[in-house]
């Protein structure tokens, strides 16, 4: 029976099914437009280049005021800027090659790690030190760099930092010096797929572009064949540097520097299910690896931490002076066993605003803590 019922205006304002029906098509209206505001902020303002190599062609993904844009011609020199737009420089493309695991020491050697996504205060650390100048240019001459690792996660400017890397790497070697980048856990953690710590607006864009974050650092991208090059362990004359430290595993003949470096190359863009079928990743990608013990700079008995003895075999076996760590962050630049171990990761923006030390700079033999006046730079050991 057809149902001939009327609405005058008054009836339909106050009708029980008119009323659900309109508050739920409000609901689902507002929660659209929440979400779709909610992805324009996770997405961030400014991020890229990424460059893909597909098919023998490349194409390049970046996020440039809050809005994704995909190239397929490539320009160089291209532009790279913060998060906030406040620093921006410019970078080319140039060879990659495999790093040495022994380097000739050089008058200075400066010693950071873990900037993990904070361009303003790694940044201000090399300019203050005069390792680079106001337009992002080395000028550190034949001396070098080392970074220990973890510029992945928890900031949001982890591209203009490792672009960086990558600028000053090819500038030094033209000017006789060089940098170093090891890697860290956080590096591992998201070549595996790990993004517990990683700020949305990079998931976002993967997701934007139908892809998984982790694929942004494949062999088939320039930053990912880039970091996919690097060591895990190297020496610069007698000074040994590691992520996070030397467990007693290490004391086995078998892991040589070129070993652990080989090997953590080899399962880097592996997952953790695929590293778990082989003993050597299930070693160096697990708590008493490289990546990731700290028991040389923490006493708990839950890290295992490190004798005396075992250190000094360590330092045999490797034919080191001295090993520098990140990894396990300290209030301050802080030494062990009496000066033989350092670890130089700290809290670099706190750090930077307060005016506390942010590393290292070997020279001259001597070490010297350094800060972001570097008239306050002196001498520890």
């Known amino acids: 029976m057809q149902n001939n019922r009327k609405y005058n205006l008054k009836q339909l304002c106050t009708d029980p099914v008119w009323i659900s029906t309109r508050y739920f098509l409000l609901f689902i209206l507002f929660s659209f437009q929440q979400l779709h505001a909610q992805t324009q902020q996770q997405l961030g303002q400014h991020d890229g280049p990424y460059f893909f190599y597909e098919a023998g062609n490349t194409k390049s993904v970046r996020v440039v005021d809050g809005k994704i844009q995909v190239d397929n011609s490539l320009k160089e020199p291209f ?9 921006h420089f410019e970078v080319s ?26 361009f303003a205060s790694f940044y201000a650390i090399l300019k203050a030190q005069k390792v680079v100048n106001a337009n992002y240019e ?10 220990i690792g973890d510029v992945f996660d928890r900031g949001k400017d982890v591209l203009p930092i490792f672009w960086l890397i990558y600028k000053l790497e090819h500038e030094a070697v033209k000017a006789g010096g060089q940098v170093h980048f090891l890697l860290g856990n956080h590096e591992e953690m998201l070549m595996r797929g790990n993004y517990k710590y990683t700020q949305d607006k ?8 139908g892809k998984s974050y982790r694929d942004f650092w494949s062999s088939e991208t320039e930053l990912g064949r880039w970091l996919q090059s690097k060591n895990t362990m190297e020496k610069i004359g007698d000074y040994l540097f590691v992520h996070a430290g030397l467990s007693t595993a290490m004391l086995d003949p078998k892991w040589t520097i070129p070993a652990v470096n080989d090997s953590v190359r080899r399962y880097l863009f592996h997952t953790k299910e695929e590293r778990q079928q082989s003993e050597a990743a299930s070693f160096l990608f697990g708590s008493e690896g490289p990546l990731w013990y700290r028991g040389m ?15 000094n075999n360590m330092m045999k076996i490797y034919a080191a002076k001295q090993i520098f760590v990140g990894h396990t962050i300290f209030p301050e630049v802080s030494s062990f066993y009496e000066g033989k171990v350092y670890g130089v990761n700290v809290s670099n923006e706190s750090n930077r605003l307060k005016g506390r030390s942010r590393g290292l700079l070997i020279e001259g033999g001597k070490i010297k803590v350094i800060y972001d006046d570097i008239t306050k730079n002196k001498v520890i050991n």
């Open 79 to 87: 532009s790279v800027s913060t998060e906030d737009g406040q620093y």
């Open 202 to 209: 990079y998931k976002v864009l993967a997701d934007s572009i």
């Open 297 to 311: 700079v923490v006493k708990e008995e839950k890290y295992h931490p490190l004798g005396e003895e075992d250190l």
């Open 138 to 147: 080395w000028t550190f001459g034949n001396n070098q760099l080392v970074v």
């Open 93 to 118: 493309r140039h060879p990659i090659t495999v790093p040495k695991e022994v380097y000739r020491p050089s008058d200075k050697i400066m010693v950071l790690s873990d900037p993990h996504g904070d």
